[in-house]
Structure formats: C-alpha cells, structure tokens
C-alpha cells in the first residue's frame, strides 16, 4: 500500500513561498510610492515583457478578455464584421468579438492538437470577415504559418490568443508575434500569473499600441481630452510590480512544466488515455494538460476518489452555451468541439508539483478501467 498523497488540480504555494520575500518588497515599493495606476511599474514591466517577447510595444490591460477586445476594436473591428475563432476555447475568445458588436464564426479544432483546424478556415471566409483569433490552446502554439497565408491571402487581420501560452515558441519563436497584435491574460491561475487580474497586448505596430492603450485609457490621447469612446482597463501598479517579479522566473515556470509533461507521457501506459499530441515544429507549455477518456465523468470520479484535483477544458462548448442561443446554433453543428468537450479531461499540472505526486497521478491512471 501506497502512503496517503492527495495531490490538487492546481497550487500557487510552492511559487508563493519562494517569490514571498520579492513579492513583500514589491508591495512596501508600490504603497510608498502612494502611486497605484499609470506609473513606472507598469512602464518597467510592460518593457520587460515586450522584450521578452521580442517585440516593440506592450500595452497592459485590466485582464485578457479587455487585450482581446481592445486589439480588435484599435484595428477597427465593429458591428456586422465577422472574425474567426476556435469552436474549442475559453469563452472569452468569442466574447471580445461580441462585445465590439461582430459576430463570432467558429472554425473547428484538429482532434490532435487541439488548436483551429488550418484546412477549415477558407471555407469560413466570407465578404464580411475581418480577422482571425488563433488561440494558442492548452499552451501549444497553433500551425501559424498555414494562418498567416490564409490571412494575408483574404487580408485578414490576425490576433492571437496567447492567454495559455505565454513564451511558447513556433518553429522557435514566441506566440505573440507571429499577428497583428498577441493577447496575454495574467490571471493568477495562467503559466504567468498575477495576484489578481491583468493582462496585455503586445505588437511591434506603434500605431495599434498607442491606439489599445488609449482605447484604454478612456480613449484619452492626453489627461480629459477624449479621442475615442474608450473604457477603463489599464494594468495598475501593483499588479505590474508583482508581475516584474515573477516574469524572470516564467522559462524556468514553464520548464518545470514541460519536465512534468513529459512524466505524463512517458507513464501513462492506460489504452483508454489519449495523450496528448505535441508537434514538433511547436514549444508546449503546458498551461493545462489534457487528456481525453471516452469514459471521461468515470475518470474523473475515480480521480477525486483517489483526492487527485481534476477540470474540464470546457466542458461545454460555446455554441452550446446559453448566452449564445441568439448565433442559433445546435448540438451536431461542431461535431469535434463536442466530442471534445465530453472526453477532455485535465490533470494536475502546475510549478511545484512533486515527482512522488505525478507518479501517484500515474498510477492511479494506470489504474482504471
Ligand atoms: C483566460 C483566458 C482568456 C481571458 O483572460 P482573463 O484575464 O480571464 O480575462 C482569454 N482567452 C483564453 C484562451 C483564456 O484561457
């Protein structure tokens, strides 16, 4: 008999208690400053992360789904346009076309990888569509060079959601820069996360970034001169502060989770498990790590019997979603988003997890039947 391990779906302690002593230092800086939003901390982290990402601009946002939504408003996107997005994502995806006022059109994943089906994307485009949200899902990067072609072919804008993968590289370099613009969410629970909400959007197009960060900004160019119908969403302070001090530990974050990864793939040795694929002109970073199970519910019950933390990503796919009855779309319309979202099942996987734990994962996988 094996001793006791429980192990959670995921954990911010082992991160928490090595960041602890920065992040106390982070917050006494901020709250001398009595400076909490459009400061030097944004300003310092903006830069770090745009450096990261090998790119000339980053604006910060109030959270993901507003660098989504702010991205396609500063290209122009509004009511009557159509854009592309994965029928196999976070809501938020869809919800920032919404809220521009255009319709969301859903192109379906490849039952491997997960991400947006390159070879169904042409038969989607219409007169009316005007960009294309790659969502770089689970934290592999999607086939970008098949979606840049298509896109410049039709002149199709391309914003990229990197909010699952922030420093995944295709064929070498980071998601983010391959669009117009790349939207970061640093949701606490995301491979870089802050301690409460923020985002941002990154691009090497001057004009768009001065364009989101006043869209912003309450559309603002200069303080109560208001040139666009803006918003409030801006990175505040402390947020970015706390985010300067985790950013230098994100390649080592995400390597940790690619070590982990591939303890998974190697031990799984269950012939009910569909592992998932990894291409190989892509760096995972395994934001989540799904497997699908056509006996997926029974998995998880076995799962939480044995105190291991599970999820589903998403167990309902947004056409099936109340919210959007209104797009009039059924169950059968996106047959492999469906059977997705009925197999899908994500295990443990977060910086700090023990060998011991993902070996007990392992084998109470190995397990089931
Ligand atoms: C988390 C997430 C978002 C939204 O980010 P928030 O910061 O929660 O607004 C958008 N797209 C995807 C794919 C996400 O996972």
């Given at each position: 008999?094996?001793?006791?391990?429980?192990?959670?779906?995921?954990?911010?302690?082992?991160?928490?208690?090595?960041?602890?002593?920065?992040?106390?230092?982070?917050?006494?800086?901020?709250?001398?400053?009595?400076?909490?939003?459009?400061?030097?901390?944004?300003?310092?982290?903006?830069?770090?992360?745009?450096?990261?990402?090998?790119?000339?601009?980053?604006?910060?946002?109030?959270?993901?789904?507003?660098?989504?939504?702010?991205?396609?408003?500063?290209?122009?996107?509004?009511?009557?346009?159509?854009?592309?997005?994965?029928?196999?994502?976070?809501?938020?995806?869809?919800?920032?076309?919404?809220?521009?006022?255009?319709?969301?059109?859903?192109?379906?994943?490849?039952?491997?990888?997960?991400?947006?089906?390159?070879?169904?994307?042409?038969?989607?485009?219409?007169?009316?569509?005007?960009?294309i949200i790659p969502v770089h899902l689970y934290g592999q990067p999607c086939d970008m060079d098949s979606i840049l072609e298509i896109a410049?072919?039709?002149?199709?804008?391309?914003?990229?959601?990197?909010?699952?993968?922030?420093?995944?590289?295709?064929?070498?370099?980071?998601?983010?820069?391959?669009?117009?613009?790349?939207?970061?969410?640093?949701?606490?629970?995301?491979?870089?996360?802050?301690?409460?909400?923020?985002?941002?959007?990154?691009?090497?197009?001057?004009?768009?970034?001065?364009?989101?960060?006043?869209?912003?900004?309450?559309?603002?160019?200069?303080?109560?001169?208001?040139?666009?119908?803006?918003?409030?969403?801006?990175?505040?302070?402390?947020?970015?502060?706390?985010?300067?001090?985790?950013?230098?530990?994100?390649?080592?974050?995400?390597?940790?989770?690619?070590?982990?990864?591939?303890?998974?793939?190697?031990?799984?040795?269950?012939?009910?498990?569909?592992?998932?694929?990894?291409?190989?002109?892509?760096?995972?970073?395994?934001?989540?790590?799904?497997?699908?199970?056509?006996?997926?519910?029974?998995?998880?019950?076995?799962?939480?019997?044995?105190?291991?933390?599970?999820?589903?990503?998403?167990?309902?796919?947004?056409?099936?979603?109340?919210?959007?009855?209104?797009?009039?779309?059924?169950?059968?319309?996106?047959?492999?988003?469906?059977?997705?979202?009925?197999?899908?099942?994500?295990?443990?996987?977060?910086?700090?997890?023990?060998?011991?734990?993902?070996?007990?994962?392992?084998?109470?996988?190995?397990?089931?039947?």
């Amino acid at each position: 008999m094996e001793k006791k391990i429980s192990v959670p779906f995921v954990s911010f302690m082992p991160i928490e208690k090595e960041l602890a002593k920065s992040m106390r230092l982070a917050f006494d800086r901020v709250y001398a400053s009595s400076w909490y939003i459009g400061g030097k901390e944004d300003e310092n982290f903006e830069k770090a992360f745009a450096e990261y990402c090998s790119v000339r601009f980053c604006v910060g946002t109030g959270n993901g789904l507003d660098a989504l939504m702010l991205s396609l408003k500063a290209l122009g996107i509004k009511a009557g346009d159509e854009v592309l997005v994965p029928s196999n994502t976070f809501i938020a995806t869809a919800l920032a076309v919404t809220y521009v006022g255009a319709i969301p059109v859903f192109v379906e994943p490849d039952i491997h990888t997960y991400n947006i089906d390159t070879k169904k994307i042409e038969e989607k485009i219409t007169k009316r569509t005007k960009a294309i949200i790659p969502v770089h899902l689970y934290g592999q990067p999607c086939d970008m060079d098949s979606i840049l072609e298509i896109a410049q072919k039709y002149s199709i804008y391309v914003v990229e959601d990197c909010a699952q993968a922030h420093g995944a590289k295709y064929k070498g370099k980071k998601v983010g820069t391959f669009g117009d613009v790349g939207c970061f969410s640093f949701y606490p629970g995301k491979n870089l996360g802050a301690l409460g909400d923020a985002g941002a959007v990154v691009t090497s197009n001057k004009k768009v970034a001065d364009k989101i960060r006043s869209l912003g900004n309450y559309g603002s160019d200069y303080k109560y001169h208001h040139i666009y119908l803006g918003s409030n969403s801006r990175l505040d302070e402390m947020q970015a502060a706390f985010l300067s001090v985790k950013l230098p530990h994100l390649n080592r974050m995400n390597a940790e989770r690619q070590r982990i990864a591939k303890m998974y793939l190697e031990r799984i040795k269950n012939p009910q498990i569909i592992l998932p694929y990894i291409c190989p002109e892509s760096e995972h970073v395994w934001h989540i790590f799904g497997v699908r199970c056509n006996k997926r519910d029974k998995l998880e019950a076995f799962l939480r019997k044995n105190d291991i933390g599970t999820n589903k990503h998403y167990a309902i796919p947004i056409h099936l979603q109340e919210c959007y009855k209104g797009l009039n779309l059924k169950y059968g319309d996106f047959p492999i988003a469906e059977e997705i979202s009925k197999t899908e099942l994500s295990l443990p996987m977060y910086y700090g997890i023990t060998e011991e734990q993902v070996q007990y994962v392992v084998d109470i996988i190995n397990r089931f039947d």
